[in-house]
């Protein structure tokens, strides 16, 4: 459902030019920040009801509350109640439920997981894993054309036979798998696949943070609009 701000203009105009820019969207209701609700957000609502005819008010409470554990997020609708003789439009509290999809929950865990524990950031820990690796790697590549470069001196004769290397060699040379085997093919292919998966949610986790991090500081101008006594309707 996303989030558009309605200027204040007439409800008809108002609702002709959103459905040219978003015409896949309905106008479900509109948003502000706050702990109460507050006597002019009836009159806001009232506007809406030109367009839909129950619109849906949400009440974000920017508050910190580390008691609290549910999202600082209360759902109203309009109800028609008689009050001393007289119809009147009140807000009633709705429950609500989130829903998330796989792949949500897979990000958040990944998120969860490269979260750093020393106040440096995720991306600075995964390049220094990686060049711990690379480092590895190099080292004992630079070994192996060592080792390669004796053996083939050894063949050509230029060096006397060392059994004992060779038998250490051929030892060593045993005990890694066959590269032509099926079975080495599938467990290959997967941790492939298994690294490109990872490479992806890496993508996708990065691009989320970025997207939060935007959101906060829309959050945060919108908060110092909000305290001057603004109010923003929602798509």
Excluded at 36 to 62: A, F, G, R, W
Excluded at 79 to 94: A, C, D, Q, R, T
Aim: with cysteine; glycine share 4%.
């Amino acid at each position: 459902m996303p989030l558009r701000t309605l200027w204040t203009v007439p409800s008809s105009i108002r609702n002709t030019n959103n459905k040219k820019v978003f015409p896949k969207y309905d106008i479900l209701g509109w948003y502000s920040t706050g702990s109460d609700v507050k006597e002019t957000d009836m009159q806001i609502h009232k506007s809406l009801m030109d367009i839909n005819e129950s619109p849906v008010y949400v009440l974000l409470n920017p508050a910190i509350n580390h008691a609290q554990k549910d999202l600082p997020i209360t759902i109203y609708e309009s109800e028609l109640h008689i009050i001393e003789g007289v119809p009147s439009l009140i807000f009633v509290k709705s429950n609500y439920t989130i829903e998330t999809v796989e792949a949500e929950r897979i990000s958040v865990d990944h998120v969860a997981h490269l979260k750093p524990s020393d106040g440096g950031s995720a991306a600075t820990q995964l390049a220094a894993h990686l060049t711990g690796i690379h480092s590895a790697i190099k080292m004992l590549n630079s070994r192996i054309r060592v080792l390669y470069h004796f053996l083939s001196a050894m063949q050509r004769g230029e060096i006397p036979y060392e059994n004992s290397l060779l038998r250490q060699v051929s030892s060593l040379l045993r005990r890694l798998p066959a590269i032509e085997s099926p079975k080495f093919q599938d467990d290959f292919l997967m941790e492939y696949n298994d690294t490109l998966l990872m490479a992806y949610l890496a993508m996708i986790t990065n691009c989320s943070s970025t997207m939060n991090e935007l959101i906060d500081k829309f959050n945060t101008a919108f908060d110092k609009q909000s305290r001057r006594g603004g109010r923003t309707t929602f798509l």
